[in-house]
Every structure is written in structure tokens, then in C-alpha cells.
């Protein structure tokens, strides 16, 4: 059974639809790259997943429940993790409370401990500003404060908004080798939405194209990278 099934979905906003029949499927394990150009829907799909659009027609099933119009909150608690690409930490809160607060489903407080220990060890970083406000922090450790608090919840699969969009190369390469880690030693599957295409699909093993609301191309990251047409069709998001 698919971790994620996504039916012939037809989603936006008001009355407007912008996803025009898409399906996909992830599998547990997965490490999935959404791509396309500026505009074609990526945010859109993923925030349709997460309960945040109008769902005009299709389904959405979660590791074989139906969550379709299901309320965020709902499908948050079944350890779905969302990482939006814009205000995804409290500035105003610490490290550690932003930490904690997405930790909240979590009831055991030994649990919580120890889920919190494996975070801050992934994020050493997080753990030296554990008391420091998070309106303080750089854009990359921001950032990795984002994921750190989604990993708080234990999600079984992750969904990233475009994480590196406001950072320097060096900084987005770091975010993509944790990324990776957290598949890989965490066990978490990830759904990445990145402009920088060439990197996400160099860390995912499956890749997905969206254009103009549709699913235009699927496959390896080998059979989009050597595919001239699809490089064609959003050659900037390639050439970087
Ligand atoms: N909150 C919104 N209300 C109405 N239209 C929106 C909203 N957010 C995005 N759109 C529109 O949906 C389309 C797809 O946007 P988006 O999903 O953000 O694309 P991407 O993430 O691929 O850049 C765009 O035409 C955009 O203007
Ligand atoms: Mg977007």
C-alpha cells in the first residue's frame, strides 16, 4: 500500500481551481522531488495534501485512510509533517519552545525527551541555541529549526516547501545532506518541492514534473535530468 495516493485531484482556492487532475503515488521510503516552473501549482498540491485548499473533485489518501477535506489539524496528528516555505517558525519564541511546540502531539514526556535528543543531535546547531530567540536566527538555521520542529511530531512522511529558497548554495547543500540523513537514519519519507531542481532530484529517487497544474513527466531523476524536452521546458530551474 502507498504511504500517500493522490486520485485525479482538482484543487485551489475559492472558486478557482489550479491542480487539474493530478495523481501520484509515494511509497514508504521514498525520497520524492517535486518540481516545475514558478507558477505551475507545487505549493498548491502540497498544501492540498496538508488541508489548506478547496478540494473540488478526486482523493487523498494517507497510508490507506481517506483524508480528503479533512481538517489540518486531523492530518497533522496522523504524522504528516508540512515544513511551509514562509513563517514556519515563532519568531518570538526560543528554539527549544519552537521545538517543543511541535512536539505537542506527542504525549509521553520520555518520549518527547528522547525525539527531542535525536533532533538536536541531527541539528547540533539548534542545541547551542536552544534558549535563543528564533527571530534571531540566520536563514539556514531558521530553517532547520523549521524541519527540527516538524521532526517533533514523528512524521511518517515530511513535505518541504521550497526549504533553501532564500539561502546561499552552501547553506541549501547542507539542508539537502539532512534532508537526506533524515531519510536515511530516521526512516522519514520526503517529499521535496524545490525551484533548484537539478539538486533535489540528485538526493531523491523519484521525480516529479508539474506544469501549469498537471502532472507533465514522472520517473527516475535520470530519465527528467536526460530528458531534453522536459529540460526544455523549464531550462532555468536546470541550468543553475
Ligand atoms: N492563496 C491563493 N489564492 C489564489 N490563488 C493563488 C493562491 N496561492 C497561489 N495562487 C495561484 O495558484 C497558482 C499556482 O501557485 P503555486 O501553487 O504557488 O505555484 P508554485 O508553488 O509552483 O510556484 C498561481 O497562479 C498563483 O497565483
Ligand atoms: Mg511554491
Known amino acids: 500500500m502507498p504511504l500517500l495516493e493522490v486520485e485525479d485531484l482538482i484543487s485551489?482556492?475559492?472558486?478557482?481551481?489550479?491542480?487539474?487532475?493530478?495523481?501520484?503515488?509515494?511509497e514508504t521510503g521514498d525520497f520524492v522531488a517535486l518540481v516545475g516552473p514558478n507558477g505551475s501549482g507545487k505549493s498548491t498540491l502540497i498544501k492540498s495534501i496538508v488541508g489548506l485548499t478547496t478540494i473540488f473533485e478526486g482523493q487523498i489518501k494517507f497510508d490507506g485512510s481517506d483524508v480528503t477535506k479533512q481538517q489540518?489539524?486531523?492530518?497533522?496528528?496522523?504524522?504528516?509533517?508540512?515544513v511551509p516555505q514562509i513563517s514556519n517558525v515563532f519568531t518570538d519564541m526560543t528554539v527549544k519552545e519552537n521545538l517543543e511546540?511541535?512536539?505537542?502531539?506527542i504525549r509521553s514526556?520520555?518520549?518527547?525527551?528522547?525525539?527531542?535528543e535525536r533532533v538536536v543531535t541531527l541539528f547540533p546547531l539548534l542545541a547551542s541555541r536552544e534558549n535563543q530567540r528564533a527571530g534571531y536566527l540566520s536563514g539556514?538555521?531558521?530553517?532547520?529549526?523549521?524541519?527540527g520542529r516538524a521532526l517533533m511530531a514523528e512524521p511518517r512522511l515530511l513535505i518541504l516547501d521550497e526549504p533553501t529558497a532564500a539561502l546561499g548554495p552552501k547553506i541549501a547543500d547542507q539542508l539537502f545532506l539532512k534532508l537526506s540523513e533524515i531519510r536515511s537514519q530516521l526512516g522519514v519519507t520526503i517529499m521535496l518541492v524545490?525551484?533548484?531542481?537539478?539538486?533535489?532530484?540528485?538526493?531523491?529517487?523519484?521525480?516529479i514534473v508539474l506544469i501549469q497544474g498537471k502532472k507533465a513527466f514522472e520517473g527516475?531523476?535520470?530519465?527528467?535530468l536526460n530528458d531534453t524536452e522536459i529540460i526544455r521546458l523549464f531550462l532555468g530551474e536546470l541550468t543553475i
Open 101 to 105: 511546540m511541535g512536539g505537542t502531539i
Open 72 to 82: 489540518p489539524e486531523h492530518i497533522a496528528s496522523m504524522r504528516l509533517g508540512y
Open 194 to 207: 524545490e525551484q533548484n531542481a537539478r539538486k533535489a532530484l540528485g538526493i531523491s529517487n523519484h521525480g
Open 12 to 26: 485551489g482556492y475559492g472558486k478557482m481551481a489550479i491542480i487539474q487532475g493530478v495523481s501520484l503515488r509515494i
Open 140 to 147: 539556514g538555521e531558521r530553517q532547520m529549526l523549521a524541519v
Open 109 to 116: 514526556s520520555a518520549h518527547k525527551r528522547e525525539i527531542y
Open 220 to 224: 527516475t531523476p535520470e530519465q527528467i
